[in-house]
């Protein structure tokens, strides 16, 4: 199933990507959970991947902090406040990173919101990640913590299925955000 989301996204051309960005960036900003945050945990878009750079950006204007994510060894996330795109560093596996000061994975637990990254998104709210497990760790830390930040997707309209692969570590999302619109699920 991975295969074929990465696949299908592969065949956007760049301004399809570039106006997708755009809209969710729009429709993100409409929603109550983004409108009354003061800290938000994203992440930098990368390729075909729908586009956070926009809402990033707009987040920040708005006076909000804005988390990021720093990949560990260990593919466990520590985070670093976003201070715009060009204080981002490209790391490796081709991802972009903030080059402030480390927070540590704890720092996660102050944000009202977490965007997530994912591949597709089902009509219970399970997300499909990439499968290597860095925020299957962050949903559990949250967990632990008796956090309970609204947990967002940014998809592409096709990539709402019927069903994605579950297992007993996933957690649902409450909503996800397409340029379609927004769909949200029962917590």
């Not at 499909?128 to 860095?134: H, T």
């Not at 949903?139 to 692969?165: C, F, H, K, Q």
């Not at 957690?171 to 699920?185: D, I, L, S, W």
């Amino acid at each position: 199933m991975r295969g074929e989301l990465l696949a299908a996204r592969a065949l956007l051309s760049s301004e399809d990507a570039r106006r997708a960005a755009s809209v969710l960036a729009e429709r993100a900003l409409d929603l109550p959970e983004l409108a009354g945050a003061r800290t938000v945990a994203a992440y930098v878009s990368v390729g075909r991947e729908p586009g956070t750079r926009v809402l990033l950006d707009a987040l920040r204007s708005r006076g909000v902090r804005v988390l990021l994510p720093v990949l560990m060894a260990d593919n466990d996330l520590d985070w670093a406040v976003y201070e715009g795109a060009g204080h981002l560093m490209r790391a490796g596996r081709g991802l972009l990173e903030p080059g402030g000061t480390r927070l540590g994975p704890g720092a996660v637990l102050a944000a009202e919101v977490v965007l997530l990254p994912g591949l597709a998104v089902d009509g219970r709210g399970v997300r499909l990640g990439r499968g290597g497990g860095s925020y299957d760790r962050v949903l559990e830390r949250l967990v632990r913590a008796g956090a309970g930040p609204a947990l967002l997707v940014l998809l592409y309209g096709n990539e709402v299925v019927a069903r994605v692969p579950e297992e007993p570590h996933d957690h649902p999302v409450q909503a996800v955000v397409t340029p379609e619109g927004v769909r949200r699920f029962g917590r």
